[in-house]
């Protein structure tokens, strides 16, 4: 499966994103999938996965109550709505794709990855 990534950007400190992933050449709906994150000079981590159905989703601590993540397996796109962004929340955010049952944060499970958009936000 191929994943593209878009709808990152620019934007102050209390704003919004919503992130796109796409995914094309594989069966969307038989792949868990998640979102990463990595910020300038630290390593990429988890920021939330989400599983083949959408009925159970997985949040980092540090997301959580801020950041959505759904699915439309119809269209076969993921997506992460990012609300009230802190500085810290500036990275580039790569989605992922893994053939493994249930939702997990464990990044080596996932093999397929989108090359990522960047968002930056403003203090």
């Known amino acids: 499966v191929q994943l593209q990534a878009s709808g990152g950007g620019l934007v102050q400190a209390g704003g919004s994103l919503r992130l796109s992933c796409a995914a094309s050449?594989?069966?969307?709906?038989?792949?868990?999938m998640a979102w990463f994150r990595q910020a300038p000079e630290k390593e990429r981590e988890f920021a939330s996965a989400i599983t083949r159905s959408g009925g159970n989703t997985l949040y980092a601590d540090s997301v959580k109550g801020r950041f959505t993540i759904s699915r439309d397996n119809a269209k076969n796109i993921l997506y992460l709505q990012l609300n009230s962004l802190k500085p810290e929340d500036t990275a580039i955010y790569y989605c992922a794709a893994t053939s493994a049952l249930g939702v997990t944060a464990t990044e080596y499970t996932y093999k397929y990855w989108g090359q990522g958009t960047q968002v930056t936000v403003s203090s």
């Open positions: 050449g594989g069966t969307f709906s038989s792949y868990g």
